[in-house]
């Protein structure tokens, strides 16, 4: 998706929440505090206007009663100040308040809704949405008080200058415009780039997750030719990203220096030359300087406020995803993209083994639809394990291609991007239980995943946060393979690729399992086994031998046409 695209997405989500937290109570609670913000601008300019009469009026001519005068109104001026500031501020937090609690209503209303929502996970989705919900509270908060503040400091400071003095204020102005050209153009250069950062770390945080990962380990691949490592891809992207954002900041100081420096030069050198001329007073050329520099810090400062902007537009994006466009239609209702699957294509992918240079797989077409159950099944060395590896993206074929295809969308990603992948000997790595399921993401309730991989009753009772050390030594087998099975359903995008996913489960277990992972909206499900039972849920089913595709039916077609697969599978069933 291009930037501009993305860009008019997060507007979209954004006027969204507007409208749906914009009543008639908010509308004046932010038209009074626009008034009063403004009314607090005014008192401020008023300030060195003030100062400049009693320089001309009190401290050069030696009028004791004008300077005692003029300073009662500045002091007058600085309380009305404070008096309105305060109004202000109160009103702000009024507003801030207003919206947090219709979002956080909508919010608890669309999570209950929906029925996919079980107890184990709403409560976590409750408290990951109203940290969203601070966030959006702190950019209404910003947008009310540093936002418009900055902005009409600005724009009044320059009416100022033309009123106060008119000889100074075109170069003061145009000294204004391009500070504000050249932090516009620094605020474009800067804000992709902060998103991206935001968005590649924690890509970064999950992929170094998964590289210590026992299921995605890289310690046994490496004889199957070269592989993939995405931290090390991601990691070099952010810090290239980083190092672009800090050539950019280490431009903005001496860029705005040099603005600022040059503009109270000029604006001096004209103000001096009409106090030469009498057309100018010595009071007015201070207001002048000071107003000037006002009106660059005002300039300065929504700069400044405005790099934050990404961080906000993340949670916007996430309340708007469960809140909606506040219509009426219950939340949940609409079909995950990721749910439909992909679609995977296959084509002349080889592997070759480089401890006896013989190919170890040999695949020269293949098509998964999308959303489909595929089994992959074969002898012992067949090549299931390596295909399973090969299409999650863990293993870079030495030939062809695998390709991924949203069925909704039709845009192509890489495996590895969207896989949720559990292989034969799951590892825990040391941590917690939350950590291993959801790596990067520190407050996520996995419910769904652990109810369909029969290991919700033990995190329960354990709770996420549970330690795990060890790799796992708490656990059985069976619980290793079933909080691995859960941690792949919960990280799929679409896509999820299970090696012998519950060959140490007991058979009611077992059964439990097959019956939500084939019943449910997972995507594209592919599963390496000789299990007879899962292999007979399969939509179809990719019968290997020696690294190569024998053929691709239902189960019970390959039962009636291969004595090698019927073999296969009667062995499996009589070794249960």
Not at 23 to 31: C, G, K, P, Y
Not at 476 to 504: K, Y
Request: hydrophobic share 45%.
């Amino acid at each position: 998706m291009s930037r501009p695209t993305e860009r008019a997405g997060g507007n979209r989500r954004l006027l969204a929440l507007v409208r749906l937290c914009l009543d008639r109570r908010l509308v004046l609670l932010i038209a009074a505090t626009v008034a009063l913000q403004s009314a607090a601008i005014a008192f401020e300019l008023l300030l060195p206007v003030l100062y400049g009469r009693l320089i001309d009026g009190g401290l050069l001519v030696g009028d004791a009663s004008h300077t005692l005068t003029i300073g009662l109104w500045m002091l007058l001026a600085v309380v009305a100040q404070a008096v309105v500031a305060y109004g202000a501020v109160r009103l702000v937090a009024l507003a801030t308040i207003a919206v947090g609690t219709t979002l956080r209503r909508r919010l608890v209303d669309g999570i209950v809704a929906g029925e996919n929502h079980a107890e184990l996970e709403a409560g976590g989705m409750v408290t990951r949405a109203s940290r969203d919900v601070m966030q959006i509270q702190a950019l209404v908060s910003t947008a009310l008080s540093s936002w418009y503040a900055s902005a009409a400091l600005s724009v009044f400071g320059l009416v100022t200058l033309f009123l106060i003095a008119p000889k100074a204020a075109p170069l003061a102005g145009a000294f204004a415009v391009a500070f504000a050209i050249a932090g516009y153009h620094f605020a474009r250069r800067m804000a992709p780039r902060m998103r991206t950062i935001l968005g590649v770390s924690d890509r970064v945080n999950t992929a170094f997750s998964d590289r210590i990962r026992g299921s995605r380990t890289l310690r046994v691949l490496p004889r199957f030719g070269p592989v993939v490592d995405p931290f090390t891809s991601l990691n070099k992207r952010l810090r290239d990203e980083e190092l672009g954002l800090g050539r950019v900041l280490a431009l903005v100081v001496p860029t705005s220096t040099v603005i600022t420096a040059a503009g109270a030069v000029a604006v001096i050198a004209a103000g001096a030359t009409a106090v030469h001329t009498g057309s100018m007073q010595v009071g007015h050329l201070s207001a002048s300087i000071t107003i000037f520099l006002q009106v660059l810090f005002g300039l300065s400062a929504l700069l400044a406020s405005i790099m934050s902007l990404p961080i906000y537009l993340a949670s916007v994006d996430r309340v708007h995803g469960v809140v909606g466009d506040g219509d009426d239609e219950p939340p949940g209702e609409t079909p995950s993209t990721e749910n439909r699957g992909h679609a995977l294509t296959l084509e002349k992918v080889t592997v070759v083994d480089p401890a006896t240079g013989r190919l170890a797989l040999d695949i020269p077409a293949l098509e998964i639809p999308a959303g489909s159950r595929v089994g992959i099944t074969g002898p012992m060395g067949a090549g299931k394990s390596l295909l399973a590896r090969t299409i999650a993206g863990l293993v870079s074929p030495h030939g062809g291609r695998v390709t991924a295809t949203a069925a909704s969308t039709g845009e192509v990603a890489r495996p590895l991007t969207i896989c949720g992948y559990q292989g034969q000997d799951p590892y825990l790595t040391t941590g917690t239980i939350r950590t291993n399921l959801c790596p990067g993401d520190a407050i996520a309730e996995p419910g769904q995943a652990l109810r369909i991989a029969a290991i919700d009753h033990l995190v329960d009772q354990r709770g996420l946060d549970a330690p795990v050390t060890g790799g796992g030594a708490e656990f059985s087998g069976g619980e290793r393979q079933r909080l691995a099975l859960a941690a792949a359903l919960h990280q799929s995008r679409g896509l999820v690729v299970l090696d012998e996913p519950v060959s140490a489960v007991d058979p009611a277990t077992r059964t439990r399992i097959a019956d939500d992972l084939f019943d449910g909206e997972h995507g594209t499900v592919l599963v390496a086994t000789t299990d007879a039972e899962i292999l007979a849920r399969c939509d179809s089913v990719v019968f290997l031998e020696r690294g190569s595709v024998i053929d691709v039916a239902p189960h019970r077609d390959l039962l009636d046409r291969h004595d090698d697969y019927r073999l296969l599978v009667g062995a499996r069933e009589s070794q249960s």
